[in-house]
């Protein structure tokens, strides 16, 4: 194994920063664990000025991605770009050059998901994305290690944290939808701009990566039938609460008797015994049958800077093991 472990980190947005700090608070941990040095030691981003809280190295920056994949010091690059491009290309350049790649981009997943796998394969890489999908719950690496005996029937999730948050607070405090958005808006609960998480394309992306990896099925998330909470009004909430329910935006897939794998993503009315249904807030949860373990629940942050830190970082320590 390297002594020395060396990052390139893409993007120093919320998820980046906190990915930056949390390694900075855990590094000893993490360095003991590893018996080798793990840092980050080139970042490309733009705004280097911005205060994030944190003592950053100004000779880090760069503006020029070529930098990092001709850099030879560097094993792991980490993508916190969000969005599909210029993302995409990055992590294909990167790999190409030989380069690890640990990316939370659910987006660029589930649009490249073949050309993504296919160019790690090719390029004899590694390609870890656990953070892309239920932030910090570790599912991914559940799903294709631990569970690799199971063959699944059904998936049924809760996999956006900014509209469960909505959807927990219209129901618990009997506010209308606008009003939430706002007031978690104000609290750095939903984006600027919500349009990907309320109208769940969010949670698309995230059931089309699943699908690749429950159900061995490739689903292009333009292709799963969508809808988002837009729609949902005070009276819906009152009328699913006065019948036992609550309403979750829940990503669903299942396997009917004919074999086929039907998808879709839509609010959805639980029964309040549901163990879904007290998956509260920000909090997501994956609900899974296999053919062996029956039936399985994760739960956990779905999204934030720290919970989602957690796993870029899982997935940086199992590949730096590798190397
Ligand atoms: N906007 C996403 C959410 C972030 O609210 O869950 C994590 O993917």
């Not at 030989?98 to 981009?105: D, E, L, M, P, R």
């Not at 996999?159 to 939430?180: C, F, H, P, Q, R």
């Amino acid at each position: 194994m390297k002594k020395q472990i060396n990052i390139g980190l893409l993007g120093l947005g919320n998820i980046g920063t906190g990915t930056f700090k949390a390694l900075r608070l855990n590094r000893a941990h993490i360095e003991k664990q590893l018996g080798a040095g793990l840092g980050i030691t080139r970042i490309l981003e733009k705004d280097t000025t911005r205060d994030r809280g944190i003592d950053i190295d100004p000779a880090l920056f760069t503006q020029d991605p070529d930098a990092i994949w001709n850099d030879p010091d560097i094993d792991i690059v980490i993508e916190l770009l969000g969005g599909v491009e210029p993302a995409t290309t990055f992590m294909v350049s990167a790999m190409k050059a030989g380069k690890h790649v640990v990316t939370a981009n659910k987006a660029a997943l589930a649009e490249n998901f073949e050309l993504l796998t296919d160019t790690a394969a090719k390029n004899k890489v590694k390609l870890r994305y656990e953070a892309s999908v239920g932030g910090g719950i570790p599912l991914i690496g559940a799903i294709t290690e631990s569970l690799n005996a199971n063959v699944f029937s059904e998936l049924l999730g809760i996999l956006n944290g900014t509209t469960n948050y909505i959807l927990s607070k219209m129901s618990d405090e009997g506010l209308a939808y606008d009003d939430v958005l706002k007031d978690a808006q104000a609290k750095g609960f939903a984006e600027a701009d919500p349009t990907a998480d309320v109208e769940g394309h969010d949670v698309a992306n995230k059931l089309s990566i699943l699908m690749s990896l429950v159900f061995g099925k490739r689903v292009r998330p333009e292709d799963i039938p969508t809808t988002g909470i837009t729609a949902i009004t005070k009276d819906d909430i009152a009328d699913a609460d006065s019948q036992g329910c609550v309403i979750k935006l829940l990503a669903s897939a299942y396997r009917t008797p004919d074999g086929e794998i039907n998808c879709f993503v839509q609010p959805t009315w639980l029964n309040k015994t549901h163990p879904l249904a007290g998956v509260r807030n920000e909090f997501n949860a994956l609900f899974l049958k296999g053919s062996a373990v029956d039936d399985l629940m994760f739960y956990g942050k779905g999204a934030g800077p720290f919970p989602t830190a957690s796993a870029v970082l899982g997935d940086v320590i199992a590949i730096s093991r590798t190397i």
